[in-house]
């Protein structure tokens, strides 16, 4: 199994390997010239997600700047829209739903890194460059919800659709689907039921 491999499948992988490493600057490459484009510049914004392998459906909108690891391992359902300074490391692969609101400053990590420093730092691979192990899980993010301002989403998790995260939460931990969750970490306060209609 390869170093690609074994990062999409979770387990503790070299992400300083040749291959992964050409991935990801590539994509670091192009989110930065996406982050030059202009909001008219329809056209050349998707030919930039398209080099990048974005999977994407109709009506997708990145307000920008975005920063994307690899950018082919994320997916956005139709009418999906994230605000300013998106952050997604897909290290594992990220899914997000269908008419899901992101709002500015929202980070997508699904990277993890050894708790015992003795497997987390910096050592010299076999081929003598410096690197470190980490792994990742992947994250889902349902139809329908709203993702606020300052949240950050932590590897392993699934928000449940028609979910709202309050702004500033720290997501640790599956979230129901019709539920209002916020706080550090985020904690479900109620669901969201009819009584909630304006």
């Not at 300013?84 to 699904?110: A, E, H, K, W, Y």
């Not at 028609?162 to 979230?175: F, L, M, N, P």
Request: with cysteine; proline share 5%; aromatic share 8%.
């Amino acid at each position: 199994m390869n170093e690609l491999e074994k990062m999409l499948n979770g387990q503790l992988y070299d992400p300083n390997d040749e291959q992964l490493l050409t991935l990801r600057r590539k994509c670091h490459n192009l989110c930065l010239k996406y982050n030059q484009t202009r909001e008219d510049e329809d056209e050349l914004r998707n030919q930039i997600l398209d080099e990048m392998g974005l999977n994407r459906k109709e009506g997708v909108y990145l307000q920008g700047p975005i920063y994307f690891d690899y950018g082919c391992f994320i997916s956005f359902g139709k009418n999906s829209y994230a605000n300013f300074n998106l952050t997604i490391l897909d290290v594992c692969r990220v899914n997000i739903g269908d008419n899901v609101f992101i709002g500015p400053n929202v980070s997508i990590v699904p990277p993890i890194h050894p708790l015992r420093y003795q497997e987390r730092n910096i050592y010299k691979s076999e081929k003598g460059y410096y690197t470190d192990k980490e792994y990742g899980k992947p994250i889902t993010i349902e139809d329908n919800c709203w993702i606020a301002s300052n949240v950050t989403i932590i590897g392993g998790v699934t928000i449940g659709e028609g979910s709202v995260i309050g702004a500033g939460s720290v997501v640790t931990k599956d979230i129901p689907k019709n539920s209002l969750a916020v706080g550090n970490p985020c904690r479900v306060i109620r669901k969201i039921t009819e009584d909630d209609r304006k």
